[in-house]
């Protein structure tokens, strides 16, 4: 492996371990009617994104649609309740991971989220 797809993977390495750390800590120690409803959503797509960008260290500019197809499918399980079906309904780490509650703003809040990652590619480009 070259010396810049190196690099490249271990700063998405180090983002997606300091972003998951944020998020876990959100998780558990926020519980108000922003940060972590609104402003929690918009991050774990960027954490998404800078996991993928450790297995893909190339440029890929429809990343962000991707990671935002992929969330909106994962909300899309919740509207079905894919929890209760699977019968996960006492796992607690697996309703967190999946989630349990369908909510348009979710989507707005991944859109929003993956905005911001296309605005970065699209930079990295011209820096």
Not at 24 to 46: K, M, Q, S
Not at 56 to 64: D, H, N, Q, V
Not at 76 to 98: A, D, I, P
Request: net charge neutral; hydrophobic share 55%; charged share 20%.
């Amino acid at each position: 492996m070259d010396i810049p797809k190196k690099r490249t993977r271990i700063k998405y390495g180090i983002a997606f371990l300091f972003l998951l750390l944020v998020e876990v800590l959100i998780a558990l120690y926020v519980h108000d009617n922003f940060i972590r409803p609104y402003i929690g959503d918009v991050l774990v797509v960027i954490v998404i994104y800078c996991f993928v960008r450790i297995w893909i260290p190339e440029k890929c500019r429809l990343l962000p649609l991707y990671v935002f197809l992929f969330a909106a499918a994962v909300e899309g399980l919740q509207y079905f309740n894919l929890v209760s079906v699977l019968g996960l309904e006492e796992n607690m780490f697996m309703r967190v991971l999946l989630g349990s509650v369908f909510d348009w703003k979710d989507i707005l809040c991944y859109g929003i989220g993956c905005a911001v990652l296309g605005v970065y590619e699209v930079g990295k480009h011209f820096f």
